[in-house]
Structures are given as C-alpha cells and as structure tokens.
C-alpha cells in the first residue's frame, strides 16, 4: 500500500534509544486523547489513551502525558524497536456525543538499527 | 476474529464517476464511522452511524453520503467524483459510537481510491 507519510516530518532515533512524539491539539473542549500508530497499508491501530483530568498514563513500553495548559500532547517509548517504525498520531474528541475524532498532521517515526 | 473489513481495497475511477465502498464492523459493533485520509494528513471525519441512524457528519459536500444496513454494515457513497477525492477512505467501528476509555475505535485496513 502508498506510505501515508511521505510528507510528513520525520524522527529517526537509533534501535533501543527512546523516542517522544509530540502533538498539539487544537480545541480546548476536548478531554479525551488517543494515540494511533498506522503503518504502511494499514489503518490507525490504538497505542494509548488519556482522559483530561489525568497529565500521564503508562502503557506497556508507552507513556503519555498531557499538558493542558499549553495543550500538547507527547507519546513517550521505551527502548524503540525497529517494529515502531509507523506514523504517529495523536486524535482529540470531546467526550459524549458522537465518535468524532480529529487527527492532528502525524510524525513519521524511523528507527535505525 | 475478523476486524474492520472494508471492500475493495484498491480502486481507480475517472473524474465524474460514481464510487460505493464498503465497510463490515467487527461482530457486535453496532456503530461505523467514515474517515478520508488525504496522503500525508490524518485522517478526517466524515460520517458516523449509529443502529442505521446518522449520528454525525463532517465538513464534507454533499457528493458523500453513506447509510448503514441492518446487519450494521455501511456504504460511503461519492457522487461526481473529483481528483481532491482520491484519498484513503477509513472505516472504524465501535460497541456505542461514544469513544471513550470504556469503548475504543477500531479501523479498517481502508480503500485506497485514486480519481484520474
């Protein structure tokens, strides 16, 4: 399948290192964020989530923290793998009503061995 | 089990043309939204559905519509198609339609169409 991040910018982090994506959001009504991981071909796969009135949440190798104030978002993994290589990205909805989420542009992740 | 199961995955039609694409949910899911994702953008709302009731729509013209059936499957349907609508076209599908902690979105691998 094409690559859906051909333009997107780029993390090239060494197999092992850790890796932090960021994200800003734009609504700040919304209180519930999710990161998604999409490779090639294939549709957004959930990584983690968080609620707004939480600033952290860990996951297995992942961690994501939430700063409000400045409404960003970042993804934190743990001794990257070469099978992290994707795009990243972060999605925003305000909680209730219906399943809209808004993604924000992506970062590509390469992981070099 | 099988996920999000869209059909076809590939598909090239000429501007003016009409499109259908389609979307089976996981079992048990009773709510199917519809994403396009533009090459090198996330991906964008522009449908939801809800036990065959539309529950939401995104800023798209009305060329797009989308209906869902009784066994929770979906259509998105685009009329008079553009070379702007070539794009990934996404479905997801979840237990409610209410993303939360509780009720995660899953996608579809997604119909890669190109307009000519």
């Known amino acids: 399948g094409e690559s859906v991040g051909l333009h997107l910018p780029t993390l090239s982090v060494q197999e092992g290192d850790n890796s932090i994506i960021n994200c800003a959001y734009s609504?700040?009504?919304?209180?519930?964020f999710i990161w998604y991981k999409q490779e090639s071909g294939k549709g957004p796969q959930f990584i983690i989530d968080?609620?707004?009135?939480?600033d952290k949440r860990q996951g297995q190798r992942v961690t994501v923290l939430l700063n409000k104030t400045v409404k960003h978002l970042s993804l934190q993994i743990a001794a990257t793998q070469p099978g992290d290589s994707a795009v990243y990205f972060c999605?925003?909805?305000?909680?209730?009503?219906?399943?809209?989420?808004?993604f924000g542009a992506g970062t590509r992740l390469a992981v070099h061995p | 089990d099988a996920g999000v199961t869209q059909s076809p995955t590939h598909l090239i039609k000429t501007r003016g043309q009409h499109v259908t694409l389609r979307c089976s949910p996981i079992?048990?899911?009773?709510?199917v939204s519809w994403y396009q994702q533009v090459l090198g953008q996330g991906p964008q709302f522009i449908f939801q559905?809800?036990?065959?009731?539309?529950?939401g729509r995104g800023n798209f013209p009305d060329r797009f519509s989308a209906r869902q059936f009784p066994n929770y499957s979906s259509e998105l349907n685009v009329n008079a198609l553009l070379l702007g609508d070539s794009a990934l076209y996404l479905c997801?599908?979840?237990?409610?339609?209410?993303?939360?902690?509780?009720?995660?979105?899953?996608f579809g691998s997604g119909t890669q169409l190109s307009v000519l």
């Open positions: 997801a599908s979840s237990y409610f339609g209410v993303t939360d902690f509780n009720e995660k979105l899953f």
């Open positions: 609504n700040s009504a919304s209180d519930y």
């Open positions: 968080i609620r707004s009135n939480m």
């Open positions: 999605a925003e909805k305000i909680t209730g009503g219906y399943n809209k989420l808004i």
């Open positions: 079992s048990g899911h009773k709510s």
């Open positions: 559905y809800y036990e065959k009731e539309e529950r």
